[in-house]
């Protein structure tokens, strides 16, 4: 099975700041189906990127997903207090789906 | 605007069936273009994808989970089901159901607790 490895596991950030999160596959993602959710305290994952670097919908424009090869990143441009939460990649090129370990994304 | 919301016991017995099902509203669960399934958090940790089914009864599981699951589908009550044997310590978790489009999971329940112990 794939293996996600995000990075880096948390992320001290202020509200105006870029993010960067990286998640890196331990093989080739077919297709880049790679998909980024973000998860507030009590909440269900929402899906913020799918196929690497396209928006779901309602998604602000400030979310940008990329890939280059087996590494993959999102992109926050200027963080937004409700922005503030854990996020996690997730692999659905091969079965089975797998997710990363999560980046927690915290206000500094 | 397509809801699913997460049903059954919040407590089973070690060694013993746990059983959740899925209502699925606002939305058509028989769509050619989507699956539905099911992902599991852990207390304190990350996801788990547990399995996915077709309106047509089409399945694929988590290996590591292959077993001891069962994933079902009831489209005259729009609903889903997940059965999962012989649960341990270790299946404790948060159960979400989903619709799983290509793969990435857009719509998602609330999530319901369960937990094993005796």
């Known amino acids: 099975e794939i293996v996600l490895t995000q990075s880096p596991g948390t992320l001290s950030l202020s509200p105006g700041d870029r993010a960067t999160l990286s998640c890196r596959a331990s093989q080739s993602v077919s297709s880049n189906y790679i998909a980024w959710y973000q998860q507030t305290p009590g909440q269900a994952p929402s899906l913020l990127i799918y196929?690497?670097?396209s928006r779901a919908t309602g998604i602000p424009d400030r979310f940008t997903g990329s890939a280059s090869g087996t590494d993959f990143t999102l992109t926050i441009s200027r963080l937004e207090p409700e922005d503030f939460a854990v996020y996690y990649c997730q692999q659905y090129g091969s079965s089975p789906y797998t997710f990363g370990q999560g980046t927690k994304l915290e206000i500094k | 605007q397509l809801q699913l919301q997460e049903s059954g016991p919040g407590l089973v017995k070690p060694s013993e069936t746990l059983s959740l099902t899925c209502n699925v509203s606002g939305g058509f669960i028989s769509s050619s273009s989507h699956y539905w399934g099911w992902i599991r958090q852990p207390p304190g940790k990350g996801l788990e994808w547990i399995g996915s089914i077709y309106y047509s009864g089409i399945t694929y599981y988590n290996p590591s989970l292959k077993s001891r699951i069962t994933i079902s589908v009831d489209t005259s009550k729009k609903q889903f089901s997940l059965r999962l044997g012989s649960v341990t310590a270790a299946d404790t978790a948060t159960y979400y159901c989903?619709?799983?489009?290509?793969?990435?999971?857009?719509?998602w329940g609330q999530g319901i607790r369960v937990t094993v112990s005796s």
């Open positions: 989903g619709r799983d489009t290509f793969g990435a999971y857009d719509y």
């Open positions: 196929g690497a670097s």
